[in-house]
């Protein structure tokens, strides 16, 4: 059982930069795929990004690829999602998910077995 809790989300200035944290529970955290997902009122969740430290394997959406960066620090079971230059387009609640797999379409949903509550990011124009 894999518990995650993120935190670091607010509201920000377009062009601007935040930081969410997802802190895990459980000692096998770096064996995990973590994932960072997005949910705007009426609409689909959608997959940012993606991170298995074993394979060395990071993915990223299209629509923040070169903005946001993933990575993790294993020592402190924490994964983090690096927003820079953000726009409209990025409000919505994000999700950090964990995944047992390392391979295959890691942009699904269904892919991970374990969600947190979601962290408020709104960015205003």
């Known amino acids: 059982q894999v518990q995650l809790v993120e935190s670091g989300g607010g509201l920000v200035q377009a062009g601007g930069s935040l930081r969410l944290s997802c802190a895990a529970s459980g000692r096998t955290f770096s064996r995990y795929t973590m994932g960072w997902f997005r949910q705007a009122p009426g609409k689909e969740r959608e997959f940012v990004a993606s991170?298995?430290?074993?394979?060395?394997?990071?993915y990223y959406a299209d629509s923040v690829k070169g903005r946001f960066t993933i990575s993790r620090d294993n020592a402190k079971n924490t994964v983090y999602l690096q927003m820079d230059n953000v726009n409209s387009e990025d409000t919505a609640l994000y999700y950090c998910a964990a995944s047992p797999t390392a391979y295959g379409n890691l942009s699904l949903v269904q892919r991970y077995d374990y969600w947190g509550q979601g962290t408020q990011v709104t960015v205003s124009s």
């Open positions: 991170n298995n430290w074993s394979a060395g394997i990071t």
